[in-house]
Structures are given as structure tokens and as C-alpha cells.
């Protein structure tokens, strides 16, 4: 029997989602310091702070479900693509983050996530000609404003966490498919996240995922045993 506190079944997803708004400003510095040397350097490159708090607290985050949760100790290594895996370990993860959100997903096949924060965009209708395939060009341009930024940001992060979940990043372009495409797929599955009005979020994985669960994640460090909170990276 397995010793993991946290257990995943084969065809289900386990996503957590992570506040800042909810994180006294004072744990960030405790959070870093139990990054990974690499990841230390990571975050040093951000020039400000609320982007750098951001990545600190996603990959502190990935640390304690990883070996807290999990109860692994893994090696993060990156495939040709720069896709994060675990070796030797048959959980794959994904994730994304934005402005105060974080969101860090889990299954036993390969999955992306994505999320992002809904704001105005000047230059919409040009994301639109350039990041979706012309099936869903048509579709967005028959709405009113107020509906067309709500369906692409849909639609954007679903297609970001398509791409994600192939492990391909930037080198398959949005516009290259449909999302229609996929949905009559049936190796596919996708799942818009219910969070609230401010953010978009969704999970892609090509199996057969048949259920979807999420939680949210407080991080106090008062409540972590931080002489867990350490892994090896390559």
C-alpha cells in the first residue's frame, strides 16, 4: 500500500488554486528561501516585486504538494521543449500563474493549465485575427464587446492549456486549430474552471479523465513543516 497522504486515481485531475490576495506579504521572503537554488536565481530576475512574489509563491507552492501532499521527493528535469516533468515518477503536473492567482495541476497523464486575468484589450479584435483559428474568428466578431472579451479569454486559456498539455509551448500556434475540433475528439478533455468573474482558467489533458477535482491552498508557513520543502533540480 502506498505510503502518499495524496493519492491520485487514473483518470482523474486534482487541481489547486492559490490566492495571494490571502498571503500576509511577510511569508514571501520565507517562501524564497526555501526555493531551489535555480529557482532563487529565477526569481531574482523579475524586476518587480508583485511578479516575482508571484513565481516564488507557484514554486513554493509546487514544492509542498509535491513532498507534503504526494510525500515524493522528486527531480525536475525539462524535456526538449521546456516542459517540466517529474523523473521517475508517474505524476505530471502543469502550472500557470497571473497577477495574484495561481494554479498548480496534477494527473497521471500529461495535462497543461492556464490562467489569466480578464481585462480591456485595445487591441482585441487584432489577439483575435492572430491567435484563433477563422471558425472562431467569425463567431467572436458577431458579439457585442462585452461578450467577445469573455469568449476569447475562454477560449484563449483552453487553447493555451491544449498547447501546454502537448508540451510544444509557443511552437504550435493557436490559430492552427480549432477548439470545436477537439471537442468532437473524444481522446480529448477539457475543463473550463469555475473561479470568479476577474480570471479565465481551463485544463486540457488527451485522456480519459473522467472527473475533475479542485482546492484551495492557504499558505501560511506557520502550517508547513519547512524542513520538507526542498527537492532536487537539474
Do not use: C
Amino acid at each position: 500500500m502506498s505510503s502518499n497522504k495524496f493519492n491520485l486515481s487514473d483518470n482523474e485531475i486534482t487541481y489547486w488554486d492559490i490566492d495571494l490576495e490571502n498571503i500576509d506579504p511577510s511569508h514571501f521572503i520565507n517562501f524564497y528561501h526555501l526555493l531551489s537554488d535555480k529557482n532563487k536565481t529565477r526569481a531574482s530576475l523579475f524586476a518587480k516585486d508583485k511578479d516575482r512574489n508571484l513565481f516564488i509563491t507557484a514554486h513554493f507552492a509546487l514544492d509542498f504538494i509535491l513532498e507534503s501532499l504526494f510525500e515524493i521527493k522528486p527531480i525536475v528535469l525539462t524535456d526538449e521543449h521546456g516542459k517540466p516533468f517529474i523523473q521517475n515518477y508517474p505524476i505530471h503536473f502543469n502550472l500557470s500563474h497571473t497577477d495574484k492567482r495561481v494554479i498548480l495541476s496534477f494527473s497521471k497523464q500529461a495535462l497543461g493549465v492556464d490562467i489569466e486575468k480578464i481585462t480591456p484589450l485595445q487591441d482585441l479584435d487584432l489577439l483575435i485575427e492572430h491567435s484563433m483559428h477563422p471558425d472562431e474568428i467569425r463567431l467572436l466578431m458577431t458579439l457585442d464587446p462585452s461578450q467577445k472579451i469573455r469568449l476569447f479569454y475562454s477560449m484563449w486559456t483552453k487553447k493555451e492549456a491544449v498547447v501546454k498539455a502537448i508540451g510544444l509551448g509557443m511552437r504550435k500556434e493557436l490559430n492552427s486549430f480549432s477548439l470545436n475540433s477537439l471537442t468532437e475528439d473524444a481522446s480529448w478533455k477539457i475543463f473550463e474552471l469555475a473561479l470568479d468573474d476577474k480570471y479565465s482558467a481551463a485544463i486540457a489533458t488527451r485522456n480519459t479523465a473522467s472527473s475533475i477535482i479542485g482546492y484551495q491552498l492557504r499558505l501560511p508557513t506557520t502550517a508547513l513543516d519547512v524542513r520538507r520543502l526542498s527537492r532536487s533540480i537539474r
